[in-house]
């Protein structure tokens, strides 16, 4: 079993950046591919990226590639994502997600409980 909190969210003006975090707690994040999904509302919840549990191998959603970073620091048991050049379609809560699978799957196992991130104009 293993807790996830998101912590990072907050108000930015389009064109800025945030960082958010994921920490992992009773196991170490090491054992798990991690990710990141949002939910705008009105809208399901869509997938933004991923990283393996191994070899850290990254994978993003078209809407998040070349702006945003997934990385994850085991010796912190701690997940980031890193979102530049933010737009106001990006503005949603933002769940963390794990899986002991060694690629995250469409319905990950865990779930943090969720951080907002709304840009303005």
């Known amino acids: 079993q293993v807790q996830l909190v998101e912590s990072g969210g907050g108000l930015v003006q389009a064109g800025g950046s945030l960082r958010l975090s994921c920490a992992a707690s009773?196991?170490?994040?090491?054992?798990?591919?991690m990710g990141w999904f949002r939910q705008a509302p009105g809208k399901e919840r869509e997938f933004v990226a991923r990283?393996?549990?191994?070899?850290?191998?990254?994978a993003y959603a078209d809407s998040a590639k070349g702006r945003f970073t997934i990385s994850r620091d085991n010796a912190k048991s701690t997940v980031y994502l890193q979102m530049n050049s933010l737009k106001l379609e990006d503005t949603a809560v933002y769940y963390c997600?794990?899986?002991?699978?060694?690629?995250?799957?469409?319905?990950?196992?865990?779930w943090g409980q969720g951080t907002q991130v709304t840009v303005s104009s």
């Open positions: 997600a794990a899986s002991l699978r060694e690629m995250l799957p469409i319905i990950p196992d865990y």
């Open positions: 990283i393996s549990r191994s070899y850290g191998n990254t």
């Open positions: 009773g196991r170490t994040v090491s054992s798990y591919a």
